[in-house]
């Protein structure tokens, strides 16, 4: 309560709602149903920066076909 009226609060609460959506999110070993992920990626499009979290951290990542071939060993 102490930031109340020094500017700070709007950057605390969405500091606190940012903490609460990662805590909420889905995570890297969960088990997704089909229709979950379609949901997901429909979602994605409708928010500002599907790109990252709240938080700044990157969501989504691109790997080229040189990057994979790499990871199997194809490309040494």
């Not at 609460?20 to 997901?40: F, P, R």
């Not at 990252?52 to 490309?75: A, E, L, M, V, W």
């Amino acid at each position: 309560m102490k930031n109340l009226g020094n500017g700070k609060t709007t950057e605390v609460k969405h500091n606190a709602i940012a903490t609460k959506a990662c805590k909420s999110a889905i995570k890297g070993n969960d088990e997704l149903q089909i229709n979950e992920m379609v949901k997901l990626i429909e979602d994605l499009r409708y928010i500002d920066d599907p790109f990252h979290c709240p938080h700044g951290r990157p969501i989504i990542i691109k790997f080229t076909s040189t990057d994979i071939d790499k990871k199997f060993k194809r490309i040494v």
